[in-house]
């Protein structure tokens, strides 16, 4: 019902930027929390950074001043603007989104989109 496809990865030299974005389509109300993670090989996946549907934004401790999430509410999408890349950075970046389905009876349902890879070499 509800598909949520990321865009942008790709492989990119340290200190070098990219831009992750991702698209909500289906039928739904609305979309309330929306956010970019993580996952590197051996590791579990992580939260990179979140944002409200009325724009506040949350960010891991790694990301916070590299990382700039942002939406558009209009058109479903939230992307993940990541400058000043590391090696560490590598991993599959995953879209998630909490969608509100309807109003009457409330039926709210957590979307994942099938990931982006992201490969920062040194």
């Known amino acids: 019902q509800v598909h949520l496809v990321e865009s942008g990865g790709g492989l990119v030299q340290a200190g070098g930027s990219l831009r992750l974005s991702c698209a909500a389509s289906?039928?739904?109300?609305?979309?309330?929390?929306m956010g970019w993670y993580r996952q590197a090989p051996g590791k579990q996946r992580e939260l990179v950074a979140t944002?409200?549907?009325?724009?506040?934004?949350n960010y891991a401790d790694s990301a916070k001043g590299r990382f700039t999430i942002s939406r558009d509410n209009a058109k479903n999408t939230v992307s993940l603007q990541m400058n000043s890349l590391k090696p560490e950075d590598t991993a599959d970046y995953y879209c998630?989104?909490?969608?509100?389905?309807?109003?009457?009876?409330?039926?709210?349902?957590?979307?994942w989109g099938p990931g982006t890879q992201v490969t920062v070499s040194s």
């Open positions: 289906g039928i739904f109300f609305s979309i309330n929390d």
């Open positions: 944002i409200t549907s009325a724009g506040f934004t």
């Open positions: 998630n989104a909490e969608v509100k389905l309807s109003l009457s009876p409330r039926v709210v349902t957590n979307y």
